[in-house]
């Protein structure tokens, strides 16, 4: 049998719980496991292929929302697995092996949908870029295909100088927690650039933000800062070229949006077997997480479609097959 990226996509679809491809052929009949391995080997499936799938279905809104972060395809247990390196892991909360993916996600407000565009591995080693570098990449291919956004989100990781004045060369807006000792002056110029946890603030200034000019930038370039609180023991300081910006209200919703990517890499970890891949060829493993993504995109479709969530979308075939099992048992008890 002859394998194609629509057969491997399928079951990555509709598998529950292993999505090795020792599993995978042992449940079809007339599929072998060299087979499974050949196809992932020495055929090349990129993120353009995601985007041709995506982009006719995508609801956009020149007010939509743009959002940048990556995850760890987390290969703790793995030692001779291509692309695998040391990195943080937000998820684990800890340094891990794994492999670092970049996505792209577009969340447009007015219908409350949020539609993956793009995604990167990070591998300095294989290719060069940073996972700036990436960012950059993706942002500049969604300006050149026209997709309607009004603003950029971004983790505190890619909240840097250059980034951002990229952005807001584009014409797009960014907002951005920055990291606590990132020097700004809200003095106009009469003090020095001081550690943003510094500062303080007066009630006027909570409610409404600080116009701030920030290190590595011009002196003359204004930005908007503002105080967010998200939990009893954080608090965010988030950075926007949107200098009419007047309302923490407004701004803690906008900041709220960033957590749709974490909602995308929870649904997409959870229900594709993204991180199961256990080829060691970094090409087997990059078209692995090309079709996990794809198989993501097909399950939320149908979910919409559906009208109910991805979750009880790939459940519904399992429970199709426990209702028959009631039915008629494979196995009596008693």
Known sequence: MILTSQDYGQFLTNSHTNFTGTYFADTVDELH????????????????????????????????????????????????????RK???GNAHRVIRGIGVVTCLYYNRDVEQFFVLDFRIASIGADGKTKLDHVQEMFDSLIERGVQFRTVLMDTWYAVAWVMRHIDGANKLYYCPIRKNRKVDDSSGE???????????????????????????????????????????????VLTNDISQNSIDDVRKVHAVRWTIEEFHRELKQLTGIEDCQARRQRAQR???????????YLKSSARAAGVTIYEQKAAPLRSFVAEQWRDPATAFG
Not at 38 to 63: C, H, Y
Not at 287 to 297: K, S, T, V
Request: charged letters at 25%; hydrophobic letters at 40%.
């Open 33 to 84: 496991h060299d087979s499974v391995h050949r196809f992932l080997k020495d055929n090349k499936i990129t993120p353009a292929m995601l985007r041709e799938k995506v982009m006719p279905g995508l609801v956009s809104s020149p007010d939509g929302f743009v959002v940048f972060d990556d995850t760890v395809v987390d290969k703790n247990h793995s030692r001779s697995i291509e692309l695998v």
């Open 87 to 89: 990195q943080y892991s």
């Open 191 to 237: 003090l020095k650039l001081r550690p943003v946890d510094q500062l303080q603030w007066n009630e006027h200034e909570l409610a409404h933000g600080k116009t701030v000019t920030v290190s590595k930038f011009a002196k003359d370039y204004q930005q908007k800062l503002f105080r967010v609180t998200v939990s009893s023991d954080r608090t965010d300081f």
């Open 287 to 297: 078209n692995h997480i090309a079709i996990a993504f794809m198989a993501w995109f």
